[in-house]
């Protein structure tokens, strides 16, 4: 189902999606037709929801509890929910709304993605920005960087030309802090609340409901919108007021950064001294030593030499470098933090844009000229 930008779509426009209903005006291809009781016009609403929850076992038990939460917020009925950027992370977590029943509509950059996931699952395609925030009561952005969030506001097609007062925008970017506050005072200005909300946990947390969200804005607009990001959220975390999120993801990350590149030095020097890396890892995972890095990424992709590209080096040279300018603005001095910054953008420049953030290990290998395996 497609959602021109001209179209009007009220808040609960998108049961036509469930109901079959399909505004003339508003639509240009139905969605494929269904035999379950959701798709009769007329079936009870209790006869719809029970047939849902028949085809939706294996949900996560969160969206079931979600579906009750909706009842204490301050949402007039179970809110629209529009969701912008279907990246790798971005998609599951949209697949894990559309099985919510939210009335999804979905955007992506690559129009044909957005179609495509449309077909798929229970939800609208939006064709425009616009479009997707006409009606929603939570608009929700997964972006690579926060200028591309703040890129889609604008204009005739921007989300600021049609959301409406009262809705909230919930921005799951890894962003920077600055352009959070921004944004959140651009929308201020027209009675729609901003959350920066970082996620972590990756792909696989993702696909597993079960990801980490840190939140920076008004904690009374984060329990409003709770249910909605407990949809594929397990751990939830009120950071602070806006970019308080942001700066969080961003050390975590920068942590995340400073593990892989030590870990990297570590284990290549031990080989050059004659231990071999897996016996490395085996003492160093059951000392203090350990991390996520020597725990999971350096046995299962560095020692395998797998390397699979699930988050791009380019990606964690970004937020690496927004936790160091929030040292800096902060003016706390943080020399290993700022050098994790210069080395990584190093790695990048060498490695390319499409690295994954693992082969950071193969630049290290090539300046210590050694292979960990």
């Not at 809705?167 to 802090?177: A, E, Q």
């Not at 597993?208 to 008004?218: H, I, R």
């Not at 995972?285 to 030499?305: D, H, I, K, Q």
């Amino acid at each position: 189902m497609t959602v021109h930008p001209t179209a009007s779509i009220a808040a609960r426009s998108a049961a036509s999606v469930v109901t079959g209903s399909t505004p003339d005006t508003q639509v240009t291809s139905a969605a494929p037709s269904s035999t379950s009781a959701a798709s009769i016009p007329g079936t009870p609403a209790s006869a719809v929801i029970t047939a849902c929850r028949a085809c939706t076992a294996t949900i996560p038990s969160i969206v079931k509890a979600s579906r009750i939460a909706w009842q204490s917020s301050t949402f007039s009925d179970m809110p629209t929910v529009a969701f912008l950027g279907l990246g790798a992370i971005g998609t599951p977590m949209a697949r894990h709304l559309a099985a919510a029943d939210l009335g999804l509509r979905v955007w992506n950059r690559t129009a044909a993605k957005a179609a495509a996931f449309s077909a798929e699952h229970r939800a609208i395609h939006a064709v425009t920005p616009a479009a997707a925030a006409d009606g929603a009561d939570v608009v929700i952005t997964c972006l690579p960087v926060s200028a591309d969030v703040e890129s889609l506001c604008d204009g005739p097609d921007g989300l600021l030309a049609t959301l409406r007062p009262g809705s909230v925008l919930v921005d799951c970017t890894s962003g920077d802090p600055a352009t959070s506050r921004r944004l959140a005072a651009r929308c201020a200005a027209q009675g729609v609340a901003f959350l920066d909300a970082p996620v972590s946990g990756g792909v696989a947390g993702a696909e597993q409901a079960a990801l980490t969200v840190m939140v920076g804005g008004d904690a009374a607009v984060l329990e409003r919108v709770r249910p909605v990001l407990a949809v594929f959220g397990k751990k939830i975390v009120h950071c602070g007021g806006v970019g308080a999120g942001d700066a969080v993801k961003a050390v975590n990350n920068a942590l995340l950064a400073l593990h892989l590149w030590s870990t990297a030095e570590g284990l290549a020097a031990l080989t050059q001294a004659g231990v071999r890396p897996e016996v490395a890892l085996d003492v160093i995972n059951t000392s203090s030593g350990r991390s996520n890095a020597s725990m999971n990424l350096f046995p299962e992709r560095v020692l395998t030499r797998a390397f699979p590209r699930t988050f791009r080096l380019a990606l964690l040279d970004k937020d690496v470098g927004i936790a160091a300018g929030v040292a800096r603005e902060q003016k706390v001095a943080t020399p290993m933090l700022q050098l994790t910054a210069e080395l990584f953008r190093a790695a990048h420049v060498a490695l390319g844009e499409e690295a994954d953030h693992v082969e950071v290990v193969k630049w290290v290998e090539r300046l210590t000229g050694t292979v960990i395996e």
